[in-house]
């Protein structure tokens, strides 16, 4: 069964602290996506990547960064997390190294981050 | 940044009815993807229309494409409980995905 799981379904830090999502696929994915959800807007594209240390600004990258040391890992990072990044964030991954009509993302579960 | 309107946002019928769920743009996507989303889950991929016309069904569900492929549709026959989620539509151009807000569907007994 392919799977993508994401380190922590909930986490709580306080504003100002280094946060650190994870998320691994078993997939063989080449490419790799974060994104987060709110109510009333839907799901929105931080960061993707499409190969092994390679990476590109999605539509709302502000206060974000991203690291993919090993195909398999895409790390989302706050530096300096902030109470306008609670939120909800999905980690997904895909097949293909060129664009591919047919691609499916599959998403990890989710993790729920409140900064406080 | 492509938009996607879908609507209504929010939908509650009661079981058995039929319900459509419309997901529109100004632009061309190369595929559309209709997802499904649980409480506590991730996105979960129902379908993917390529073709402008097309037509694809998943037992009581029937999605179709645009002739121009800017504009996409769910309809649900005969609504179940089972059914209630979130469906989200995503439109698919250079590796990435714009998502439609979308549709909160609750089913009641």
């Known amino acids: 069964d392919v799977k993508v799981t994401q380190s922590s379904r909930y986490l709580v830090k306080r504003t100002g602290e280094k946060v650190f999502l994870e998320c691994v696929q078993d997939?063989?994915?080449?490419?790799m996506f974060w994104y987060r959800q709110d109510p009333g807007l839907g799901l929105r594209l931080i960061y993707f990547?499409?190969?092994?240390?390679?990476?590109e600004k999605g539509d709302i990258p502000e206060g974000y960064s991203v690291s993919r040391e090993k195909k398999e890992r895409f790390s989302l990072i706050l530096e300096s997390a902030s109470t306008n990044q609670t939120s909800m964030y999905l980690c997904?991954?895909?097949?293909?190294?060129?664009?591919?009509?047919?691609?499916?993302?599959?998403f990890g579960p989710g993790t729920r981050l409140t900064v406080l | 940044t492509q938009l996607l309107e879908q609507s209504p946002q929010f939908l509650s019928i009661q079981e058995g009815e039929n319900l459509t769920v419309y997901c529109n743009s100004s632009?061309?996507?190369?595929?559309l993807q209709w997802y499904r989303q649980e409480p506590g889950e991730g996105p979960v991929l129902l379908v993917t229309?390529?073709?402008?016309?097309e037509v694809k069904k998943l037992k009581r569900l029937t999605f179709q494409f645009g002739d121009a492929r800017k504009d996409s549709s769910l309809h649900i026959t005969a609504a179940q409980t089972g059914d209630t989620g979130l469906y989200l539509c995503?439109?698919?151009?250079?590796?990435?995905?714009?998502f439609g807000k979308g549709t909160l569907l609750t089913v009641n007994p």
């Open positions: 997904a991954s895909t097949s293909g190294g060129e664009t591919n009509s047919y691609n499916e993302q599959f």
């Open positions: 997939m063989d994915h080449e490419n």
């Open positions: 990547s499409y190969d092994v240390k390679m990476k």
């Open positions: 632009s061309v996507f190369s595929s």
């Open positions: 229309v390529v073709t402008g016309g």
């Open positions: 995503a439109g698919l151009r250079n590796y990435k995905l714009t």
